[in-house]
């Protein structure tokens, strides 16, 4: 069984640029995350996807960020424009395959390592 | 605002060893999970305790959870080099949805 997705693995841009991070999640996975980790630190939610619905995007900064889920898969996030304290790992985790479930674990992508210079 | 605090920051022992890191959290929870990250990739999911659970165990990995002290222990028993990694805990932000807050997390370092 194929993990969760993500792309590109790392990505350089100059401020004031944007970018964009692509998430395929785990096949039948109804909820999706995107994290955004900073160096030294824990993951820190910045939307969470109940299929093509983002039921928490309290923590996303939109001024900058937007999110898509759409059909409920495959999701992007977008960076625009990108400064330099956006220089993070983002992370695009999966679960809930039997529904939703304060109990499920998640599943990590490898991550995309965005460095603005 | 940081629900669960790893402790130590840093860890180094020798293959052999047993690692103990602990975990402490601010309200009231039904579950807490630890999870495993190495250099350069995602996290891996490695237990979950309920809690009406006081210990689990998986493996080399024994997770205890004290509910009235509000803090966990994660204990890595025999460790070996593979286990150098930074591992951490993962609390729910409320007891009805899925929305975890993550510790900064234990940098173990297995040296040979």
């Known amino acids: 069984e194929a993990g969760v997705v993500q792309s590109p693995r790392y990505k350089i841009i100059e401020k004031k640029q944007p970018v964009a991070f692509w998430c395929n999640p785990i096949?039948?996975?109804?909820?999706l995350y995107w994290y955004r980790q900073n160096l030294g630190q824990g993951p820190e939610l910045l939307i969470r996807?109940?299929?093509?619905?983002?039921?928490?995007d309290s923590q996303l900064p939109k001024d900058r960020f937007s999110a898509e889920r759409l059909k409920g898969v495959d999701s992007t996030l977008k960076i625009q424009p990108a400064e330099l304290g956006d220089s993070a790992v983002y992370l695009c985790?999966?679960?809930?395959?039997?529904?939703?479930?304060?109990?499920?674990?998640?599943?990590f992508g490898p991550g995309t390592r965005l460095t603005v210079l | 605002s940081q629900q669960g605090e790893e402790d130590p920051q840093a860890l180094s022992i020798q293959e052999g060893e047993n690692a103990t890191m602990n975990c402490s959290y601010k309200?009231?929870?039904?579950?807490l999970q630890w999870y495993r990250q190495n250099s350069g990739r995602g996290l891996v999911h490695l237990i979950l305790?309920?809690?009406?659970?006081r210990e689990k165990h998986s493996g080399r990995l024994r997770v205890t959870l004290d509910t009235s002290k509000k803090s966990s222990s994660l204990l890595i028993t025999a460790s070996r080099a593979a286990d150098t990694a930074s591992y951490f805990c993962?609390?729910?932000?409320?007891?009805?949805?899925?929305?975890?807050?993550f510790g900064p997390g234990t940098r173990l370092s297995v040296l040979p």
């Open positions: 985790a999966s679960s809930s395959l039997w529904g939703a479930s304060p109990y499920n674990e998640q599943f």
């Open positions: 096949s039948g996975h109804n909820t």
């Open positions: 996807y109940e299929n093509e619905e983002a039921v928490d």
């Open positions: 309200t009231s929870i039904n579950n």
């Open positions: 305790i309920r809690s009406n659970e």
């Open positions: 993962a609390t729910p932000r409320d007891n009805y949805g899925q929305n975890f807050v």
